[in-house]
């Protein structure tokens, strides 16, 4: 069985992102770039499954700029088989994601698709479940556990109230939360591996996709800012302040 | 043209959640019908149905809706998505999972998590852990909404009773079954409806300690308990009870954080909180930056001592 693995290159977790003076966007200039966190669990759940002996093949999908091959490279070093990089420009929201990976899942026709649950950029939490409907597959989101059984896969998923625990037929459609694994290092011999490995290149054009957004951004604002209060001295001082101020 | 508003429960009760998204979605200025699914729901619809600004409830039963998986709740919906052109549910689990499935079959570009209702067309919506806040059109045809609860009041009974009008449950998935749930049982309130929370980081060290220190406090303001997510993975505290942006999004009266650090994505989940608390022996922890009363001191000697100044 192969595994498709979508990862999107996202501004890194850490960095505090600014949005531009002139309203229309976050500033992206010289600004340090990783893997989406949850697409590198998702890596991880891949090539855990193929050391079980589930899977055969990994292929790490990303759609966006000649840059997004950078990522790719990361999940190869990790230990992924090949890439494809969706090479487009812009801006492409998660139905236009979804309709490019079901494309190539057409042409792959793998036995699972493991995405991240939300890029922690637009954190749009969509694209797994809208790739699910388009291919008419069941899906297990927001996974904190994914056992493969056969032509079976039983998902536990964080939700709401606790846990959740639905079975699926293959194939399916898997999107990670952060309780499912810990992502692995590359080794520097595996990055050097990674280089040689295969990485593919198409467009939403040979794909047969149009990926023209839908949505107009019209404008990007930071939000109001919240003011630093005042320093307390002591447990009982708080306690006096918060009945003053009449929360308890 | 009429917006459909799908609501969220547990089985027992309509989440609060589905309230405060009503409020967004009678904002937009289309009568609103309530779709709810479930399995033995009829009091959950009457209670849908005795909110304010409700046109009809809809309501389908069957063991196949039990759970509100994505799968037949999609379906469901796509049958009856002709009569509207917005399409909202209030983002929590349960819905985040199902609606993006009901917009690919729409073929429409869903907006997650609005905070702001600005036009029949315009919303808002945080991006970057809310670290930005985007302002987006839709010209599509329909509307596909997840609305963030956090952002609006709920809204609340009203005069009269909508009607409420049954639908056919859609036929069960052959290919996605429901296995078990584990589910948390606490008295204390629920994060997202809370008017106070606590919250305990990776300073409280060990489940046992948590429990120790974290669950009296709560107990003694009434509050509900929430965590970082170092906490939930470290086992102090179950996923469920994890606060940001990737947890659960909340705005009570009064946020208590012990021993957090205050990272922009623990930020994302709380900075919206009207009064917030610090309490960490860091003085440069960036959660002092946003806290309203700040006390830099050992969480194990100042929660013992608010627990004596409140006695
Ligand atoms: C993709 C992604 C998603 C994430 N989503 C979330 C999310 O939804 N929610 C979330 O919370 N985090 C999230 N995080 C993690 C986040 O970045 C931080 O790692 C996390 O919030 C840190 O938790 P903490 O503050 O409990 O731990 P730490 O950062 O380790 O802070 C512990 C604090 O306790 C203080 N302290 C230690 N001992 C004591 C004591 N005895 N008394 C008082 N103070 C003490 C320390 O000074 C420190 O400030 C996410 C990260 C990523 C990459
Ligand atoms: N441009 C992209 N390229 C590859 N994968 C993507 C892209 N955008 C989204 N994804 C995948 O979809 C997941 C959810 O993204 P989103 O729906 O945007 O929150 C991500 O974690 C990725 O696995």
Known sequence: MKIIVPVKRVVDANIKIRVKADASGVELANVKMAMNPFDEIAVEEALRLKEAGKASEIIVVSVGAASAAETIRTALAMGADRGILVKAEGRVEPLAVAKLLKAIVAREEPGLVILGKQAIDDDSNQTGQMLAALLDWPQGTFASKVAVDGGQVEVTREVDGGLQTVSLALPAVVTTDLRLNEPRYASLPNIMKAKKKPLDETTPEALGVDATPRLEIVSTREPSGRQAGIKVASAAELVQKLKTAGVI | ?311
């Open chain 2, 1 to 311: 043209m009429a917006t459909l508003l799908i609501a969220d429960h547990d089985g027992v009760r309509l989440g609060d959640a589905t309230a405060k998204a009503l409020t967004a979605a009678r904002q937009i200025g289309a009568p609103v019908d309530v779709l709810v699914a479930g399995d033995g729901v009829a009091a959950i619809a009457a209670q849908a149905a005795s909110l304010a600004g409700v046109a009809r409830v809809l309501v389908a039963e069957g063991a196949v809706l039990a759970n509100l998986l994505a799968e037949p709740l999609a379906e469901l919906v796509i049958r009856i998505t002709d009569a509207y052109t917005v399409i909202a549910a209030p983002a929590t689990s349960a819905m985040k999972n199902a609606l993006p499935r009901v917009a690919a079959r729409l073929d429409v570009m869903q907006i997650s998590d609005v905070t702001k209702v600005l036009a029949a067309d315009t919303f808002e919506r945080p991006i970057y852990a809310g670290n930005a806040l985007e302002t987006v059109r839709s010209d599509e045809a329909k509307r596909v909404l997840t609305i963030r609860a956090a952002a609006f009041p709920a809204s609340e009974a009203g005069d009269a009773n909508a009607p409420i009008e049954a639908l056919p449950a859609p036929a069960a998935s052959s290919t996605s079954r429901f296995v078990g749930a584990d589910l948390s049982t606490s008295t204390r309130p629920e994060l997202g409806s809370a008017r106070i929370i606590v919250s305990g980081g990776r300073a409280l060290g060990s489940a046992e300690k948590f429990d120790a220190v974290v669950a009296p406090l709560a107990d003694r303001l009434g509050a509900a308990i929430g965590a970082s997510r170092a906490a939930v993975d470290s086992g102090y505290a179950p996923n469920d009870l994890q606060v940001g942006q990737t947890g659960k999004i909340v705005a009570p009266e009064l946020y208590v954080a012990l021993g957090i650090s205050g990272a922009i994505q623990h930020l994302a989940g709380m900075k919206d909180s009207k009064v917030i608390v610090a309490i960490n022996k860091d003085p440069d922890a960036p959660i002092f930056q946003i806290a309203d009363y700040g006390l830099e001191e050992d969480l194990f000697t100042a929660v013992p001592a608010m627990m004596d100044a409140l006695a």
